[in-house]
Nanobody
Framework: QVQLVECGGGLVQAGDSLRLSCTAS????????MGWFRQAPGKEREFVAA???????DYADSVKGRFTISRDNAKNTVYLQMNSLKPEDTAVYYC???????????????????WGQGTQVTVSS
């Protein structure tokens, strides 16, 4: 069982930055693909960014150029640096882990094995 704990959410103004962190339990973090998803009120959970066990990133078109995903395997932590935030980025952000079954980084919700509890990000205009 892998536990994921997110932190770093908050209330910011449009144009501001936030950095989300997600720390995983367990000893095999370096072999996991990690992802960030978000869910706005009344909408389905959607892909934001992912990073493979080898460090290769992938991003949703809506966040490319503004968000950066990274990982620190020594700290069992994945980060999401969010710059130039917009009101439409308002959502609960979830961290997810895939235990390395796939060769390429997964982009779909159903491919992930473990989820965090989520952290709220609110961007005011």
């Amino acid at each position: 069982q892998v536990q994921l704990v997110e932190c770093g959410g908050g209330l910011v103004q449009a144009g501001d930055s936030l950095r989300l962190s997600c720390t995983a339990s367990g000893r095999r973090f370096s072999g996991y693909h990690m992802g960030w998803f978000r869910q706005a009120p009344g909408k389905e959970r959607e892909f934001v960014a992912a990073i493979s066990w080898s460090g290769g990133p992938d991003y949703a078109d809506s966040v490319k150029g503004r968000f950066t995903i990274s990982r620190d395997n020594a700290k069992n932590t994945v980060y999401l640096q969010m710059n130039s935030l917009k009101p439409e980025d308002t959502a609960v952000y979830y961290c997810a882990a895939e235990i390395g079954r796939t060769a390429t980084v997964p982009l779909e919700l159903y491919e992930y094995d473990y989820w965090g509890q989520g952290t709220q990000v609110t961007v005011s205009s």
